[in-house]
C-alpha cells in the first residue's frame, strides 16, 4: 500500500514540493510548435501549478514566462507582441524571450533600472515539433533527453496532445499496467477476432500475465509475459522514464519507436503528450474528438468526451458489442482514470501481482524526490540525457527457457545492432 505521507509525495507539483521540484530537473514537452507563430498571439498555459505565457518573438525564439509582468503583476498575456519582445500593456515594459527588460517605458531615463528587472523565464528548446521547457534553473539544464520518439523528424512523426482531467500518476500509471488492455479496451474481443498471426491475440487468450519488474537507470521496467503457441513466451516490455514518460508496449519491439508523457499540468490536470511514427497506430482519433483550444490556462486539447456527457457512452452497444460502449481507446482510458478522482486515494487500493510495475515505480519516484529534497541527489539520468536512447519498449514472442531479463537484453542488442547496420 502506498502511505498517505507518500501519495503526498507522488501527486503533488507545484513550486517547493518534492515532486514538484524533481519534475523541475527534466525538460518537459509543453507545446506544439505550431501553436507559437512569429510575432503571433501569447498563449497561456499552465505546467506545474504555475501559470505562464509562451510566444514566438520576431526572430523565431520562444518565450515561456510567468504570466505576472514584473512591474505590478499585469497579465503578459495581454502583452504586445513585437520587434523581439514582449510588451505589457498596462505601462510599456518590454522583455525578451529570457526576461531581460528591454525597456521601462513609463518611467524617465535617469530613473530607469531596467538592468536589475526580470521577467521570470524559463529555458524552452524545440524538437521535431514540440517545444519543451525546462522549469529548473535554467543554466543547469541538461540536453534535451534522448528518447528515440522524440528524434523522428517531424514531418515523419505523429504528434498529439490530449488534456486528461486528474492527477499526472494515475493517468501514467495505465500506461504501465498491461492487464487491463484485454479488458478495457478489448474486452469483447476474443481470440477469433483477431488476425490468425497478431502476436497480441495471446493477451485475449491469457488475460492474466505474470510479470518481471526492475529499476534501471532511467526508471522502472517490466515484463508481462504469457504462453504463446509451440510453446513459447509472449513477452511484452515497458519502461516507465524520468520523471513522467512511459514506453507502453503498444508496437512490436523490433520497430518500437514511441514515448507518452503524462506532463503535469497542475495537481489535477495532466497533459499527454504522444510521439511516434506516421505509420504507427495513429493517435488521430485522439485529435479528432477535441474540442476547439480556448485560450484559458486549461482551454487546450480537452477531450469532447467528458465527465458531462458520460463520455458518450452507448449501453446499447456496451451489452451487445464493445466491452465499455465508449468510443476511441483514449477515451476508454480517460473515463477510467478522471473518475478515479482528481487526486486517487491509494488509500482506498488493494493493489494485486499485476500492479507490481505500479508499486516499483511509486517507489522509485519517491526515493527520489526525498533524496533530492535531502540533499540534492540528482534525480535518475537528469544529468545524463543519451541514457534515455538505450530504453525500448514493445512485444515479441521467443521461444520457452530464455530467462529474464536475459530475453530482453538480448533481443535489445539485436534490434540495435540492426539500426546501427541500416544507419551506416
Ligand atoms: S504591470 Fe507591466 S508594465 Fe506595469
Ligand atoms: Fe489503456
Known amino acids: 500500500m502506498t502511505s498517505k505521507s507518500d501519495s503526498e509525495i507522488l501527486t503533488r507539483v507545484g513550486p517547493g514540493t518534492p515532486m514538484g521540484e524533481l519534475m523541475r530537473r527534466y525538460w518537459l ?9 512569429t510575432d503571433g ?36 498575456f495581454f502583452g504586445r507582441n513585437e520587434e523581439d519582445g514582449i510588451r505589457c500593456v498596462y505601462h510599456g515594459w518590454k522583455f525578451d524571450v529570457d526576461g531581460n527588460c528591454l525597456d521601462m517605458a513609463n518611467v524617465p531615463p535617469h530613473q530607469d533600472f531596467k538592468h536589475k528587472v526580470k521577467a521570470k523565464a524559463y529555458k524552452a528548446e524545440e524538437r521535431n515539433g514540440v517545444v519543451w521547457v525546462y522549469m529548473g534553473v535554467a543554466e543547469d539544464a541538461p540536453a534535451l533527453p534522448d528518447i528515440a520518439a522524440t528524434l523522428i523528424p517531424e514531418d515523419e512523426a505523429n504528434i498529439a496532445f490530449a488534456q486528461r482531467e486528474c492527477n499526472w500518476l494515475q493517468s501514467m500509471e495505465g500506461d504501465i499496467d498491461t492487464s487491463h488492455l484485454n479488458f478495457l479496451h478489448y474486452g469483447s474481443m476474443g481470440q477469433g477476432a483477431f488476425e490468425p498471426n497478431d502476436e497480441t491475440r495471446f493477451g485475449a487468450i ?56 503524462w506532463v503535469p499540468l497542475d495537481d489535477t490536470h495532466t497533459m499527454f503528450v504522444t510521439i511516434g511514427p506516421k505509420d504507427g497506430p495513429g493517435e488521430s482519433p485522439i485529435v479528432d ?23 458518450e457512452i452507448d449501453r446499447e452497444v456496451q451489452r451487445t458489442g464493445s466491452y465499455t460502449g465508449i468510443e476511441g481507446i483514449h477515451q476508454q482510458d480517460q473515463a477510467v482514470t478522471e473518475n478515479m478522482g482528481a487526486i486517487t486515494d491509494h488509500a482506498w487500493e488493494h493493489l494485486a501481482p499485476s500492479d507490481q510495475m505500479i508499486t516499483a515505480t511509486r517507489k522509485r519516484l519517491v526515493r527520489a524526490a526525498k533524496a533530492l529534497a535531502k540533499d540534492g541527489t540528482p ?21 520457452k527457457g530464455r530467462k529474464w531479463p536475459e530475453v530482453y537484453e538480448q533481443e535489445l542488442a539485436a534490434v540495435q545492432g540492426t539500426t546501427k547496420a541500416a544507419a551506416e
Open 29 to 37: 514537452p509543453a507545446l506544439k510548435s505550431s501553436e507559437l507563430v
Open 289 to 311: 474528438h477535441l474540442l476547439p483550444n480556448s485560450t484559458d490556462w486549461l482551454g487546450r486539447f480537452r477531450c469532447a468526451q467528458q465527465f458531462s456527457n458520460d463520455y
Open 379 to 399: 534525480p535518475p539520468a537528469s544529468r545524463d540525457p543519451g541514457a534515455f536512447a538505450l530504453a525500448r519498449g514493445g512485444f515479441f514472442i521467443a521461444e
Open 206 to 261: 491469457h488475460k492474466d500475465p505474470e510479470y518481471h519488474v526492475r529499476d534501471t537507470d532511467t526508471g522502472t521496467m517490466y515484463a508481462a509475459y504469457r504462453p504463446a503457441d509451440q510453446g513459447n513466451i509472449y513477452w511484452r516490455f515497458a519502461h516507465f522514464l524520468f520523471p513522467c514518460v512511459a514506453l507502453a508496449p503498444f508496437k512490436p519491439f523490433d520497430s518500437y519507436r514511441m514515448a507518452r508523457i
Open 41 to 76: 498571439d501569447p498563449v497561456r498555459l499552465r505546467l506545474l501549478g504555475e501559470n505562464l505565457v509562451s510566444f514566438r518573438d520576431s526572430s523565431g525564439r520562444i518565450g515561456v514566462m510567468d504570466h505576472r509582468c514584473p512591474h505590478r503583476c499585469a497579465s503578459l
